[in-house]
């Protein structure tokens, strides 16, 4: 009996197909479970229910390749900052969200930066900054000032997003992967302490800055 190609195939497929953990960062109630579940599964939540940590899975081709992505969806209360450590050590690639109507949140996202390269032990780490719930225009009191030089301060790509109307949702999980493929081809390339890796790690920060800015994105 001639063998099963087509199962030999499948089992070969599923075993290269990459495999991301996506952690989604921020204080409480600026809409970290609102951006995973529109991303996850496509719909919003309207009300608030303080997250102790949501794990969601969800396969997806991103530049016509198929991947597999793990979303954790973290506490935003300092109650549960016990269960930080874990994740983000385990983490592939980060969201710090912020909500555009809450300025505490967004001096919390500065803070949840710091901790990463601390717990990493480095500053070129896949990170993307999200300014959420930007469809409460009359509300918004972080400013474009402020935005700006957080993003100077520590060359991070920067996306504005609204869980609410899906703006961005699913472009801001993309670029988090794409960050995290680039990162990872080059520390196979020059390894993680090489000064050309560094220098290629700045030129896709710059590229990724160039992309927004051509949407219109604020940097």
Same mark, same amino acid.
């Given at each position: 009996?001639?063998?099963?190609?087509?199962?030999?195939?499948?089992?070969?497929?599923?075993?290269?197909?990459?495999?991301?953990?996506?952690?989604?960062?921020?204080?409480?109630?600026?809409?970290?479970?609102?951006?995973?579940?529109?991303?996850?599964?496509?719909?919003?939540?309207?009300?608030?229910?303080?997250?102790?940590?949501?794990?969601?899975?969800?396969?997806?081709?991103? !530049? #016509?390749?198929?991947?597999? =992505?793990?979303?954790?969806? +973290?506490?935003?209360? &300092? $109650?549960?900052?016990?269960?930080? @450590?874990?994740?983000?050590?385990?983490?592939?690639?980060?969201?710090?969200?912020?909500?555009?109507?809450?300025?505490?949140?967004?001096?919390?996202?500065?803070?949840?930066?710091?901790?990463?390269?601390?717990?990493?032990?480095? !500053? #070129?780490?896949?990170?993307? =900054?999200?300014?959420?719930? +930007?469809?409460?225009? &009359? $509300?918004?009191?972080?400013?474009? @000032?402020?935005?700006?030089?957080?993003?100077?301060?520590?060359?991070?790509?920067?996306?504005?997003?609204?869980?609410?109307?899906?703006?961005?949702?699913?472009?801001?999980?993309?670029?988090?992967?794409?960050?995290?493929?680039?990162?990872?081809?080059?520390?196979?390339?020059?390894?993680?302490?090489?000064?050309?890796?560094? $220098?290629?790690?700045?030129?896709?920060?710059?590229?990724?800055?160039?992309?927004?800015?051509?949407?219109?994105?604020?940097?």
């Amino acid at each position: 009996m001639p063998p099963n190609t087509s199962k030999t195939s499948s089992a070969e497929t599923a075993t290269k197909k990459p495999k991301y953990q996506l952690v989604v960062l921020g204080g409480g109630g600026v809409g970290k479970s609102a951006l995973t579940i529109q991303f996850t599964q496509q719909y919003f939540i309207r009300e608030y229910d303080p997250t102790i940590q949501d794990s969601y899975t969800k396969q997806c081709f991103i !530049d #016509d390749d198929l991947c597999k =992505l793990e979303v954790l969806d +973290t506490a935003g209360q &300092e $109650e549960f900052s016990y269960m930080r @450590e874990q994740y983000l050590r385990s983490g592939d690639g980060f969201l710090i969200v912020f909500s555009v109507i809450d300025k505490n949140s967004f001096v919390e996202a500065e803070k949840l930066f710091r901790l990463i390269w601390r717990m990493k032990d480095r !500053d #070129d780490y896949p990170i993307i =900054l999200i300014a959420n719930k +930007t469809d409460l225009i &009359e $509300e918004r009191i972080v400013t474009d @000032e402020d935005i700006l030089r957080f993003t100077q301060t520590y060359k991070v790509p920067f996306l504005e997003c609204s869980a609410k109307k899906r703006q961005n949702v699913d472009q801001a999980f993309h670029d988090l992967v794409r960050l995290i493929r680039r990162y990872k081809t080059m520390e196979r390339q020059y390894g993680k302490n090489d000064l050309a890796c560094q $220098e290629e790690i700045e030129k896709v920060k710059t590229i990724q800055k160039t992309k927004k800015k051509k949407n219109c994105i604020i940097q």
